[in-house]
């Protein structure tokens, strides 16, 4: 017999698997020989920074107005959103110059290799803080199960990470 899926476990799995497959792409790019041949750093580059804006785009502009929306918010937690956008943005910016210096028409490993490392610097401390608000006793606080269940399907797919 299948045991019943909780929505609030399932959203933290994945928000924890999402998290620590875009520190491997940093911590790659950031552990990167200085003298790698350039193509595949450039590639590594824009995957990484690419897959970060993505992910934070589906939180500030997916999950977090969805929780705002259908959740049952204390001042705490609207708190907790905010601040979690406002690092979203910081980390933006440097993704961006990621970004940029990756497509440049001539491209430095030696700059990509230090964004790249500043990024991972700078996301571990929101990513903890994230998993942390978003644990499944504070969640199950902030929204219904079904009304996860149904962000999540607005969202396009499962619960989102
Ligand atoms: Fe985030
Ligand atoms: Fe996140």
């Known amino acids: 017999m299948d045991t019943p899926h909780d929505p609030y476990a399932d959203h933290h799995a994945g928000l ?12 790659t790019l950031r552990a990167t020989w200085e003298h790698m041949p350039l193509k595949p750093t450039v590639e ?18 997916g999950l977090f107005p969805g929780l705002r929306r259908y959740g049952r918010l204390r001042s705490a937690d609207v708190a907790f959103l905010d601040a979690r956008d406002t690092e979203h943005r910081a980390l933006h910016g440097l993704c961006v110059r990621l970004l940029d210096s990756a497509r440049a028409p001539h491209p430095k490993v030696s700059e990509l290799v230090l964004l790249g490392g500043q990024l991972a610097d700078a996301m571990r401390p929101h990513f903890a803080d994230e998993e942390a608000g978003l644990a ?26």
């Open 136 to 161: 499944p006793e504070r969640l199950r606080l902030m929204i219904a199960p079904d009304a996860l269940v149904e962000l999540g399907r607005t969202l396009g797919g499962p619960p989102p990470p």
């Open 44 to 61: 590594l580059a824009l995957g990484a920074g690419n897959a970060l804006l993505g992910h934070h785009h589906r939180e500030s502009e």
């Open 16 to 27: 924890l698997h999402v998290h620590r497959e875009l520190l491997a792409l940093f911590d």
